[in-house]
Structure formats: C-alpha cells, structure tokens
C-alpha cells in the first residue's frame, strides 16, 4: 500500500468534510421544500466561516505551509472550487468579507485587481492570505 503524505490527507479530510455537507442538498430539498441553491449557498458559507477559524487560529509564519499542513491558500482554493455553486454567489461575497475583516486586523491592505465575477473578488483576496 501507498501511504499518504501529510498534505494529502489534509486535502482528503477537507473534500470529506465538504461533501458530507454538500451531499444530499437534492433529497433535503426535497423533504424541506427549501430551494436546493439557498441550501448550498447555506453550507458553503459554514464552510467558509470554517475556513475563516483556520486562518485566524494558524500562526502567519505558518500559513505557506508546514511538514504536515499544506498552504492554506491551496486549501482554500481547493474547498472553494469544489463548492459547485455560481460564480456570483452570496457565498462569495460572505467569505471575501472575512478575509478582508482578517487583512483588516493584521494592517494589510490590498492593491486593487480587477475582477469580473464575485468568486474572482475572493479568490484574489485569498492570494494576500500569505
């Protein structure tokens, strides 16, 4: 058997605990009646302030990564690509407003990017996360 290095099974505990919210939003749909997109919309923003707990309790001298932790700008963007939601979703918007209260409390100020949609906003505020 292959073991797993460290990083990976970070990565593969991250996608575990995003599908175990993210599976099944159909059949709860369908038992609540509550809209599928709102449902998701939902349990990415959890994901999100989980995200959010990450980056504030991890030290900044650790947050390019360690032995046994990857970075967290690639953990990030590997939970929020797999969150199948669109591209101008609430969700967006909500976590790029964390990490700003966050680059907000350390000082740091980001330049100014262009960006086209709402997921472009935060996946480039992530960027300043290191």
């Given at each position: 058997?292959?073991?797993?290095?460290d990083?990976?099974?970070e990565?593969?505990?991250?996608?575990?605990?995003?599908?175990?919210?993210?599976?099944?939003?159909?059949?709860?749909?369908?038992?609540?009646?509550?809209?599928?997109?709102?449902?998701?919309?939902?349990?990415?923003?959890?994901?999100?302030?989980?995200?959010?707990?990450?980056?504030?309790i991890?030290?900044?001298?650790?947050?390019?990564?360690?032995v046994?932790?990857?970075?967290?700008?690639?953990?990030?963007?590997?939970?929020?690509?797999?969150?199948?939601?669109?591209?101008?979703?609430?969700?967006?918007?909500?976590?790029?407003?964390?990490?700003?209260?966050?680059?907000?409390?350390?000082r740091?100020?980001?330049?100014?990017?262009?960006?086209?949609?709402?997921?472009d906003?935060?996946l480039?505020?992530?960027?300043?996360?290191?």
């Amino acid at each position: 058997l292959n073991k797993m290095t460290d990083h990976e099974e970070e990565f593969l505990c991250d996608r575990f605990a995003r599908n175990f919210l993210l599976d099944n939003i159909d059949q709860y749909q369908a038992q609540s009646g509550y809209p599928a997109s709102l449902v998701r919309m939902k349990r990415a923003m959890s994901i999100g302030l989980a995200l959010f707990c990450i980056l504030v309790i991890t030290p900044h001298e650790k947050r390019k990564g360690t032995v046994t932790h990857p970075p967290l700008a690639d953990r990030f963007n590997e939970l929020t690509n797999g969150l199948n939601i669109p591209d101008n979703d609430h969700f967006w918007i909500y976590f790029s407003s964390l990490i700003l209260a966050q680059l907000r409390h350390e000082r740091v100020s980001p330049v100014a990017f262009n960006f086209q949609t709402q997921k472009d906003l935060c996946l480039g505020l992530i960027d300043y996360l290191t």
